[in-house]
């Protein structure tokens, strides 16, 4: 039960000094292999030679393997048997194959010495399958990956944006303090503006502080859901990240600012508090939800991916049992991820039926009646208008229905993300007796790997994000958080298949009984064909560069970041 009061904000200017943390090695590179290739008439010995090639042999193999991170459950492609499946292994496309060869040669000049380059820092996900065998049209055409039309990632700042980063990278006299409220991904989108926002007043950002609400009861802190030290070193080029405050700025009146207008722009974040923190030292910012405007001056666009797709890195435990839950699903074959939003209070909160019948929906509407403060957004609609307009989370009816509209297979597996879904085991009946295999992180993990984990949902969701992230399709049934980050995140790592339902466009046909099941069909694979291929960004308020990372952080030419 969510307390009624909330949880007490923790003194932001304490000291919030990380335990210490050891760094993930991403990359791996082995020497190169010259000694095999000499062009010289006078070979040496055949046993020399033999050692010398078994040696670099070795050393490939090495270098190849710790390119995956350390786990206990090992992979080997080659276990998936299309005699006992008609799921194949499959090499990473020619994309993927670019971004992983020259992120691990991204860090060698030609002096072979090692130098530090933003593309090491990127989580890279698993590859994708081949699908082959006895498939339908429909079902190839469901697993067929989009094409990338050439985009990569590309974050390359301007001449004059590189030059006053030397200033504002050392800067030791102003300090932004955040308070990021919500659940996990609402409170990466806070920290993500904050960044920002610290860049453009020219101040060292204080790790933020994690203020959970009232439904999320979470008493997790930074450094136990990200990385802290990876955070501070990627950024360290664009904005000076500490700890905590110096006890010089530890004076008894700071400025706290909780009601920032919706859309600001640089300008008006400049103009508002620069002279004001310069004259004091410290500006607390609270209540910071999307208040940023999503269309930025182009530097600080690719500094919103950046953060997000690079320094926001989950703490080492988290990501240690979210690639074992990952490869625990990667390694039978693909499959797909579907984050249903299921939980009571998105039912709360969305003013929407839940589909479970008269008695679960009464629950509900009693709690909104007691707690109206939930209800957010257009509280007049009633619950027809809401579902038409695509203000509902998409049932398992309704998913259900969908994904055999798009040709997904009987026979496919799914990963469940999300929460525990409002009616237990009974809310999802409607998609198991359509597609059975259906798996939970519960179901994947092994006694005790998410004992560490069962007090913080945040935690709990990053392991969701994590397994979600590496699937080979990715379907939200509601837009969210966290639907929207994984569809950007997925975009800028190569492209890999997101399917965004268009609720308020096909809801009226699923009313329509008097259309045929292959009508039906045809028309919803039409409705998501635009969805399924690397979309650019539209300069309207709510479309996040996030989500959208073409064009602003994506290009088809130049060096990019890899």
Not at 28 to 53: E, G, H
Not at 106 to 111: A, Q
Not at 512 to 529: G, Q, V, Y
Request: net charge positive.
């Amino acid at each position: 039960m969510a307390r009624p009061s909330g949880r007490i904000i923790k003194n932001p200017f304490m000291s919030l000094t990380p335990s210490p943390r050891s760094l993930t090695q991403l990359f791996s590179v082995s020497p190169p292999l010259t000694s095999l290739f000499s062009s010289k008439k006078t070979s040496p010995s055949l046993s020399i030679f033999i050692l010398s090639f078994l040696f670099s042999f070795t050393f490939l193999g090495i270098s190849i393997f710790r390119f995956f991170p350390s786990s206990q459950d090992s992979i080997h492609c080659s276990i998936i048997s299309p005699t006992t499946s008609p799921i194949s292994s499959h090499p990473l496309p020619s994309s993927y194959s670019q971004i992983i060869l020259t992120s691990l040669l991204s860090g060698i000049n030609s002096d072979n010495k090692i130098q530090p380059r933003i593309g090491g820092t990127a989580m890279v996900p698993l590859p994708v399958h081949l699908v082959s065998g006895n498939l339908s049209e429909e079902e190839t055409e469901f697993w067929k990956q989009p094409d990338s039309n050439g985009y990569r990632p590309c974050l390359d700042s301007t001449v004059g944006y590189r030059k006053r980063s030397a200033k504002i990278s050392k800067e030791k006299n102003r300090f932004l303090v955040v308070v990021a409220a919500g659940g996990l991904n609402q409170q990466k989108n806070q920290i993500i503006d904050a960044v920002v926002i610290a860049r453009i007043l020219e101040a060292a950002l204080v790790l933020p502080v994690l203020q959970v609400n009232m439904i999320w009861e979470d008493e997790s802190e930074f450094p136990d859901i990200f990385d802290v030290e990876h955070f501070k070193k990627t950024l360290r080029a664009d904005v000076r990240v500490v700890s905590s405050l110096p006890s010089s700025h530890l004076v008894a009146k700071q400025t706290i600012v909780t009601q920032i207008p919706y859309g600001v722009s640089p300008f008006w974040i400049r103009a508002k508090f620069f002279k004001q923190l310069n004259q004091e030292g410290v500006l607390v910012l609270k209540g910071l939800d999307s208040k940023l405007s999503k269309n930025l001056p182009s530097d600080l666009q690719k500094l919103r991916c950046k953060v997000a797709f690079h320094a926001l890195r989950f703490s080492k435990p988290i990501l240690q049992v979210g690639n074992q839950l990952a490869r625990r699903m990667w390694i039978e074959g693909p499959y797909i991820s579907l984050h249903l939003r299921l939980e009571k209070d998105v039912w709360v909160r969305t003013g929407c039926r839940t589909g479970l019948g008269p008695e679960y929906d009464q629950i509900i509407t009693q709690i909104q009646k007691t707690q109206p403060q939930y209800l957010t957004g257009r509280v007049n609609m009633s619950y027809s208008q809401r579902r038409l307009s695509g203000l509902c989370p998409l049932n398992a009816l309704e998913m259900a229905r969908l994904l055999k509209a798009l040709g997904a297979p009987q026979s496919g597996r799914f990963y469940i993300a999300g929460g525990e879904p409002f009616g237990g085991s009974k809310a999802l009946e409607p998609l198991a007796a359509v597609f059975p295999n259906l798996v939970r992180k519960e179901m994947l993990a092994r006694d005790g790997e998410l004992s560490p984990f069962l007090n913080s949902s945040s935690a709990l969701s990053a392991i969701d994000y994590i397994v979600s992230f590496n699937s080979d399709i990715f379907i939200p049934s509601h837009g969210g958080n966290m639907g929207r980050a994984l569809q950007g995140h997925r975009a800028y790592m190569g492209h890999r298949k997101s399917i965004r339902p268009n609720k308020r466009t096909m809801l009226p046909f699923f009313e329509d009984s008097s259309i045929s099941d292959e009508e039906f069909s045809s028309i919803i694979r039409s409705l998501h064909n635009k969805s399924m291929k690397p979309e650019p960004r539209k300069k309207q308020r709510d479309n996040d560069v996030i989500a959208y990372p073409v064009p602003e952080c994506m290009c088809r030419h130049g060096s990019g970041i890899f």
